[in-house]
Antibody, heavy 117, light 110 residues
């Protein structure tokens, strides 16, 4: 069974940093690209960032470009999101998702990031 | 990266069929067959329902179907059931090598 478990969320002040992690199990991690998708409370889904199986291709949404960095460690079967210069509008649930056939076919349960002074 | 356009809400009675539209541009929906649909119940993570425009993942009911014409994709749910009440999101790959979601549609089963 595919499992994705996010961690690292919490409360941070504007301008602060946070690192999210996603632990994967139940599949061959380095066979798949991975993504981060976020959802502000009561709002819709927003693609944040994605990375190919070997980290060779990385992409970011316009709202986080230059502030967030995605990475992965295939040996540890883990995906990361380093978030710097956080803003109030970054407050959201952050989901880790597996990329497959042009879709996000498995999702974690999400971790809440709250940016507030 | 403008969000894809979905109706804010749709509704139907049990047993009926409904269709949710998802309109983009030639730079996303119209340019690729990487259109997918997700179901999200309150407080839960999204669940993949349709990928590559019209394919159903294993375990998804055949009451769910997808299609695309030009820059508009559609999700049809036939034989509506109470458990189908949820939010639905479309998504597409884009020419910028990024992904974009629709604003979401709230389905109410009357």
């Amino acid at each position: 069974e595919v499992q994705l478990v996010e961690s690292g969320g919490g409360v941070v002040r504007p301008g602060g940093s946070l690192r999210l992690s996603c632990a994967a199990s139940g599949f061959t991690f380095d066979d798949f690209g991975m993504s981060w998708v976020r959802q502000a409370p009561g709002k819709g889904l927003e693609w944040v960032s994605g990375i190919t199986w070997n980290g060779g291709v990385i992409g970011y949404g316009d709202s986080v470009k230059g502030r967030f960095t995605i990475s992965r460690d295939n040996a540890k079967k883990s995906l990361y999101l380093q978030m710097n210069s956080l803003r109030v509008e970054d407050t959201a649930f952050y989901y880790c998702a597996r990329d497959s056939s042009g879709s996000k076919d498995n999702w974690g349960q999400g971790t809440l990031v709250t940016v507030s002074s | 990266q403008s969000a894809l356009t979905q109706p804010a809400s749709v509704s139907g009675s049990p047993g009926q069929s409904i269709t949710i539209s998802c309109t983009g541009t030639s730079s996303d929906v119209g340019g690729y067959n990487y259109v997918s649909w997700y179901q999200q119940h309150p407080g839960k993570a999204p669940k993949l329902m349709i990928y590559e425009v019209s394919y159903r993942p294993s375990g998804v009911s055949n009451r769910f179907s997808g299609s695309k014409s030009g820059n508009t994709a559609s999700l049809t749910i036939s034989g509506l059931q109470a458990e189908d009440e949820a939010d639905y999101y479309c998504s597409s790959y884009t020419t910028s090598s990024t992904w974009v979601f629709g604003g979401g549609t709230k389905l109410t089963v009357l």
